[in-house]
T-cell receptor
């Protein structure tokens, strides 16, 4: 199994450009999420989804959009990139809510994004 | 304040024990997790503890939970250079987003 696959691994954008970070999982997981990781800030939740067609905002949603048209895919769109969005982005998925069972969240390898 | 707090750095000598601490604020958290992130990689689940347990041991890892003080710790015995990584504490809830809330992560540096 591939698990959680993120593409691209690295990306450089100019301020104002838009792009989509891709995330796909092959484990039939209902729960998917996007985090950004910044030095000293840990992981901050951007958006999450509890199933196809259902998404919600996390802690830092501004400047990002998501959609969940299939169980497998959960793309993250940057509408108009800003230098403050320079970060490492992680996608994660799990089969259950993490409060209901000892559920592991599976993470992708990350996308390192630089906005200049 | 933050939901989950951790100190940012810990430096230990190879062969010593490491203790990484975490405090959380939500008493409704049902599961508490420790994840490990090696350089350039995503996070991987290391271990977890159910909220009605005080301790869990798994080989070199010991997790202690003080539910009254909302304090969680991860002890790594006989720490090796391969244990150098960032360790994240996370809490799982039955309310809200159902997505784990992570601390800032503790960078463990193991030196010879």
């Amino acid at each position: 199994n591939a698990g959680v696959t993120q593409t691209p691994k690295f990306q450089v954008l100019k301020t104002g450009q838009s792009m989509t970070l891709q995330c796909a999982q092959d484990m039939n997981h209902e729960y998917m999420s996007w985090y950004r990781q910044d030095p000293g800030m840990g992981l901050r939740l951007i958006h999450y989804s509890v199933g196809a067609g259902i998404t919600d905002q996390g802690e830092v949603p501004n400047g990002y959009n998501v959609s969940r048209s299939t169980t497998e895919d959960f793309p993250l769109r940057l509408l108009s990139a800003a230098p403050s969005q320079t970060s490492v982005y992680f996608c994660a998925s799990s089969s259950e809510p993490t409060g209901r069972a000892n559920t592991e969240a599976f993470f992708g390898q990350g996308t390192r994004l630089t906005v200049v | 304040g933050e939901d989950v707090e951790q100190s940012l750095f810990l430096s230990v000598r190879e062969g010593d024990s490491s203790v990484i601490n975490c405090t959380y604020t939500d008493s409704s958290s049902t599961y508490l997790y420790w994840y490990k992130q090696e350089p350039g990689a995503g996070l991987q689940l290391l271990t977890y503890i159910f909220s009605n347990m005080d301790m869990k041991q798994d080989q070199r890892l010991t997790v202690l939970l003080n539910k009254k003080d909302k304090h969680l710790s991860l002890r790594i015995a006989d720490t090796q250079t391969g244990d150098s990584a960032i360790y994240f504490c996370a809490e799982g809830k039955l309310q809200g987003s159902y997505i784990p809330t992570f601390g800032r992560g503790t960078s463990l540096i193991v030196h010879p």
